[in-house]
């Protein structure tokens, strides 16, 4: 491919150079404009054409066909030169000619080339294969001057017609072992031709912000280019009037421009795209041009036109070429290959026209000086910047587009549904789903609460089940005006669960205008235990605020009374009892009765557990912070406990910062933090993530990062402070790196075992599979933090397509990433992330620097021994067990031996005997 473009970009340079000589001698610089003209109305005619046969033949015979005619022409130009017929005529029609071999057939090689690489390679590829177009333009141009001074400017052409022979047997070869087996460009797969629809190529650039954007932007790019062109070649006619030398001086000075951006391509063009990326790149053309105008406004001189035409050759066949050729891989192979073409000539020569036509009516028209042409350029130039803007944007979106297409708006999108079928939905389930569907469902409505659902939840006050009875009395706390009171009441005394007869008893004292005096003058004394104690719980919540209620009802020594029934071994009492009066103790908020509820979270019964631990949120005594995070272990009781915290606010991650610096918390609660803080949702629980996030356990750093998501993004909108994520990025890309050079050196290194290997091996690979999932974890995390600092859903649909089976999938991704991060994580993200999901055997760089810290199996044992998981350290003991010699590792198992786990320091313990 590097040679088919040489070729090609030699033979531009050999006639391009002789034809605009020719022209400029004979007719003069003044027939430029009307030139540019015909170019465009010429391009227009051409793609009408071109457009055609695409839909008959491939780009394969399209391609030999053009080279094929382009030949001919120039072959018979050599004969006309030879022959002396140089009529105006023919010399437009050798300008027109020469304008469309130049955007068709380079465009023709771009289709190709894009059809052979996907965005990963052709941005690794594209800067070495544009070297070749630019090496094409040097010797292109060099040998223009030494031909046309030597032998004239038929044997130039000859030799342009000559060479481009060459190109067809390397589309051939290009055709024959390469494209015959390729992917479908979107998904990746092999596929068979398939027959497209034909959509005319105006339609799909028009259709397609992306194309069109890129369209605009090329044509204003031409204006601009071939406004400079005009400067450049009008002073040098009036400075030079020979054919054969403004010849030479034409090729000396393209061939310098080319061999700038050859230097440029070689030496800045790749790390250009690595820094800045692809769109931001598209910049730094015009912002040079810019600046060549400027100095031209001040120095009105040729050396000046000299530097601005250089600016303009040197970065449009660089830089500016790499950048726009990248610009539109995002684009389908179908689309593409009739929208660059389209692009490439039409786009291409009407903007020619469009200077052409400013030139002739404007400048000339006008009488203007030819200063006010770079008056023009600069408003051009503003343009195109507002345009690559514009495009940067559209061409972030093409990807996502097509990472989504790819893997299913399903892995990413909620499911949608109109109102009326959820309306359908939750009667549906109200009059006859299970229990605990009825009860999940009513615990989601909440406020939400429509009174189409209305008649349906009163209807539950007649459900067989107490439970969907005590759910749809709180949920009728949301009705706004007094529903089903009568009903409700009745339920206090034909009801024996305590739990309907609290959540009655309470709807009627709160949520109704029952006078209080009446309901505990009747109940608080009831025969009935149960419905004396829904009473007394319900004057406990009342009298939170209330000391008149707690007076007048005695309400302290009742409870008091209470307590000593409870305790006494001689009286039996239900759970129910027991669990409705820790919530009574817990309502009261009085000190004397905090040791009660203490000893019951301690209490084997789940059920009653889970009351005390309501009573102790409920109680507001800091006290109970440490006990109930300790409870954070226990699976039956988490969530309760993550209710019971709410209750105590900024006093919860106050409490951790400041017992964690004295005794830190065992892992096992520690991990279970993120959720208990996430719940708080304010900036004090965010300082508790914070320190999680210094964890050496990446389980427990993924948590803390999706916390940190959920408090950013949900409600609350805790702001984050980018700096600090950044760093923890940073150093999660750290965490990886050691890791994986751990993992690869424990693989590959041949440790002497003291009984058996197959032990050995077992062990080590258990290690490995360990160390693995670290890996997977630390990718993850990275991911969460990038959400942080960028966009959720752009991270989620990165992640998302990174684990997509399909490589053009991931290469999208990657290709998407790493135009949105900044510079300092792109140099250190990229290789990891293409390493973890693209190539994991690929070297790089930053993995050489960690392996020379981690040389030998030994080292990187015994720093999983000391900064490991408890798991990880569990797997290493196993490993360095069946070693035939410890002594490198005594020091790290000595400290283990005072492990909290006991698992590892007995495993030390056993390891050092």
Not at 81 to 91: F, K, V
Not at 157 to 177: D, E, N
Not at 288 to 312: N, Q, S, T
Not at 814 to 831: A, G, Q, T
């Amino acid at each position: 491919m590097q040679l088919y473009i040489f070729i090609v970009i030699t033979v531009l340079l050999l006639v391009k150079p002789t034809i605009n000589a020719l022209f400029l001698s004979d007719l003069g610089a003044e027939e430029l404009p009307k030139a540019y003209l015909l170019v465009a109305f010429t391009a227009v005619i051409t793609s009408y054409f071109y457009d055609k046969s695409l839909q008959f033949f491939n780009i394969k015979r399209i391609a030999i066909a053009s080279l094929l005619f382009f030949s001919a022409c120039f072959f018979f130009l050599a004969y006309l030169l030879y022959a002396g017929i140089t009529s105006d005529l023919i010399l437009y029609g050798y300008y027109l000619s020469v304008s469309i071999f130049g955007v068709l057939v380079t465009s023709q090689f771009w289709i190709i080339a894009n059809m052979i690489y996907n965005a990963r390679e052709a941005k690794r590829l594209f800067g070495l294969i544009g070297a070749g177009a630019i090496f094409g333009g040097i010797v292109g141009g060099y040998l223009t001057t030494i031909l046309s001074q030597s032998f004239g400017s038929i044997y130039v052409i000859l030799l342009a017609s000559v060479l481009l022979l060459f190109c067809i047997p390397i589309v051939m070869w290009v055709w024959s072992h390469r494209l015959h087996k390729t992917t479908d460009i979107d998904t990746g797969k092999s596929h068979k031709p398939k027959v497209h629809k034909h959509t005319s190529a105006l339609k799909l650039i028009t259709s397609s912000k992306h194309l069109t954007y890129l369209a605009l932007s090329i044509g204003v790019s031409v204006i601009m280019a071939k406004l400079v062109d005009y400067q450049f070649s009008d002073f040098a006619q009036l400075k030079i009037s020979d054919p054969d030398e403004l010849a030479s001086f034409f090729g000396f000075w393209f061939s310098t421009f080319n061999v700038l951006s050859l230097v440029i391509q070689l030496f800045l063009t790749n790390r250009l795209l690595a820094w800045l990326g692809v769109t931001s790149n598209l910049l730094l053309l015009p912002l040079g041009i810019a600046a060549g105008c400027l100095l031209f406004l001040i120095y009105p001189e040729l050396w000046v036109l000299i530097i601005l035409k250089g600016m303009d050759g040197s970065f449009k066949q660089s830089i500016n070429k790499a950048a726009v050729e990248l610009s539109i891989m995002p684009i389908s192979y179908e689309d593409k290959k009739q929208a660059k073409s389209f692009i490439d000539v039409v786009v291409d020569s009407i903007a020619t026209g469009v200077a052409g036509f400013l030139l002739i009516f404007v400048v000339k028209g006008l009488d203007l000086h030819s200063h006010y042409i770079t008056v023009i350029i600069l408003f051009f130039l503003f343009v195109w910047i507002i345009l690559i803007y514009q495009l940067k944007g559209a061409y972030f979106d093409t990807f996502k587009r097509n990472i989504l297409n790819a893997i299913g708006n399903h892995d990413i999108d909620d499911v949608r549904t109109s109102k009326k079928a959820l309306h359908d939905s939750v009667i549906k389930t109200l009059n006859k789903g299970a229990d605990q569907e009825i009860i999940a469902l009513l615990d989601s409505l909440g406020d939400t609460i429509v009174d189409v659902h209305k008649p349906h939840i009163i209807k539950l006050l007649d459900h067989p089940s107490n439970e969907v009875k005590a759910a749809a009395i709180k949920e009728i706390y949301f009705f706004k005006h007094e529903a089903a009171t009568e009903k409700i009441a009745s339920l206090i005394e034909t009801n024996d669960d305590p739990e309907v007869v609290y959540e009655a008893m309470e709807y009627l004292l709160l949520h109704t205008h029952v006078d209080e005096n009446k309901i505990f003058g009747k109940y608080l004394n009831h025969s009935m235990p149960y419905i004396a104690d829904a009473a007394l719980l319900c004057l406990a919540e009342l009298a939170i605020d209330n000391s008149t209620l707690v007076k007048k009802y005695g309400l302290l020594e009742r409870l008091e009374e209470r307590i000593l029934q409870i305790q006494d071994p001689n009286i039996s009492h239900s759970q129910e009892e027991i669990a409705e009066f820790l919530l009574t103790l817990g309502y009261a908020r009085n000190p004397k009765f905090y040791d009660f509820i203490a000893g019951y979270l301690k209490n084997e019964n789940d059920y009653i557990l889970r009351r005390a631990v309501k009573a102790a949120g409920f109680s507001h005594n800091t006290e109970f912070i440490g006990p109930l995070l300790n409870l954070l272990q226990v699976d039956e009781v988490r969530y309760s406990v993550i209710e019971a915290l709410r209750n105590f606010g900024n006093q919860v991650p106050k409490y951790i910062l400041d017992r964690d610096i004295v005794a830190p918390f065992d892992v096992k609660v520690r991990k279970f933090f993120p959720i208990a803080v996430a719940s708080l949702r304010t900036e004090e629980s965010l300082k508790v993530l914070i320190r999680l996030g210094l964890s050496s356990d990446p389980f427990l750093r993924l948590e803390t990062a999706k916390t940190m998501v959920d408090l950013h993004f949900k409600q609350g909108r805790i702001n984050v402070n980018k700096d600090r994520v950044n760093e923890f990025t940073l150093k999660e890309c750290d965490f990886y790196l050691e890791h994986l050079v751990i993992a690869n050196t424990i693989i590959e290194a041949h440790l002497q075992s003291k009984m058996d290997d197959t032990e050995l091996q077992i062990s080590k690979e258990s290690l490995v599979a360990l160390l693995r999932k670290e890996l997977d974890c630390s990718m993850n995390v990275i991911f969460e933090l990038l959400a942080l600092i960028l966009n959720e859903d752009d991270m989620e649909i990165a992640y998302f397509g990174l684990k997509d089976e399909s490589e053009s999938v991931k290469v999208n991704s990657i290709e998407f990433l790493d135009n949105i991060l900044n510079v300092r994580l792109k140099s250190e993200l990229m290789p990891i992330i293409e390493h973890h999901f693209v190539q994991e055997l690929e070297e790089f760089s930053a993995l050489d620097e960690v392996r020379e810290v981690l040389s030998d199996a030994n080292t990187c044992l015994i720093k999983l021994l000391k900064d490991g998981t408890v798991e990880v350290k569990l797997a290493t003991l196993n490993v360095v067990a069946q070693l035939d010699d410890i002594s490198a590792y005594k020091n790290a198992l000595k400290q283990l031996t005072r492990h909290s786990e006991a698992l590892i320091s007995d495993k030390a313990l056993e390891i050092l005997k």
